[in-house]
């Protein structure tokens, strides 16, 4: 395997590749609209430069196809807008789940979410939802997001009590620099919304978005030296735009136009696959977005590059030497592969298997599974 290091280390120095840094497509968001009722300071939606409006029905259903044929999952309707705006929701749940193409889920601020629509919803076929609040207390949710939080608490509850034991309803409450989510918010949380196995607190930290109006984070001006949110969700907008990930809600590095090219093609195109390796190491040239308007520095060159192994060979090949580490024994060399390869395919079974293995021979030092990028969930 000494030749496929060689050939990882030259790699490293090289500005483009010509395999899949990535080599799975990650589920899809997919905006059905860009429209919103609300004007939160910390999202991209007041400040978007692009077009307002909904996705054309045909496109929708193109997406649809591609992802039904390809096995591809649609497991999310949103984007950076408010999917309760648009009356054909449900025809679009019944589209995604009748074809096999995803879950259909999708995150909504609640202010929507009427009894009625609620039933309309489940109907549909609709098994889960996220609804993001972000606070419990009245004022802050009045200047952060403009609306009346006693009508989404009201429209929670409705639907708490119309949904089946087994549909899922995640609520969001956000730690930001003028909110801080403390144990007696979370029991707050309990008491509006009792305590149920299908209604979950998710504990959300605001990050940055490179185009939104403020930065509300809690801690602001840190910098990372890579990232892996590209590989969180395919964020694709009501345009038909593959964008670079969802932080980057205004499309400012457009990955393809899902009108002329397949999902597959722009995924795996190497000028893509080629920048969502540089941002992961934060090496040669990356988009101005991450850079000058995200967190991630300013990519860095050199010699050093050449011992990032995991991140320069082909995936297979980068598989391959990390089943012959173990068979050597190399634990050490093994763990640092994997973490790696990981970072690359969460979902790939082989790696998994080997994170285990590692982890009970190597307790002190154990590699954790990577999540990658930031997400909502």
Known sequence: MASDVTVARQAAITETIDFAFYPRIPEISLELTNLCNLTC???????????????????????????????????????????????????????????????ASFATNGTLLFEDRARALLDAGLTRIYISIDTLDPEVYKATRGG?????????????????????????????????????????????????????????TNALMPS????????????????????????????????????????????????????????????????FRNIAIGAHACPSVCTERCILNQP????????????????????????????RNDIAAAAELAIALNSRDPLDPTIGRMMVDLRSLSAPAAPAPHTPGASIL
């Open 212 to 275: 939104a109006p403020s930065d509300y984070r809690v801690e602001t001006g840190g910098r990372v030296n890579g990232c892996f949110a590209p590989l969180s969700y395919l964020f694709v907008n009501k345009d038909g735009i593959a964008s670079l990930c969802c932080a980057d809600q205004d499309s400012l590095h457009p990955l393809g136009d899902i009108h002329d090219r397949s999902i597959h093609d722009i995924w795996y195109d190497p000028r893509n696959q080629t920048t």
């Open 41 to 103: 300071p910390y999202c991209a939606n007041p400040a978007l430069t692009r077009p307002k409006g909904t996705i054309e029905w045909e496109l929708l259903e193109k997406i649809v196809d591609e992802s039904a044929h390809g096995r591809l999952s649609i497991n999310w309707l949103h984007g950076v807008g408010e999917p309760l705006l648009w009356k054909r929701l449900e025809d679009v749940i019944r589209l995604v789940r009748g074809r096999d193409a995803g879950a």
């Open 300 to 327: 860095k060159t050199g010699p050093n590059l050449g011992t990032m192994v995991g991140y320069t060979l082909p995936f297979e090949t980068g598989r391959a030497l990390l089943i012959d580490l173990m068979d």
């Open 148 to 204: 009346n939080l006693r009508k989404v608490v009201d429209n929670i509850q409705a639907l708490i009590r119309v949904a089946p034991s087994d549909f899922m309803i995640r609520i969001a409450l956000m730690d930001h620099r003028d909110y801080r989510l403390t144990q007696i918010e979370r029991q707050r949380f309990q008491e509006t919304f009792g305590d149920r196995p299908n209604v979950i607190l998710a504990d959300v």
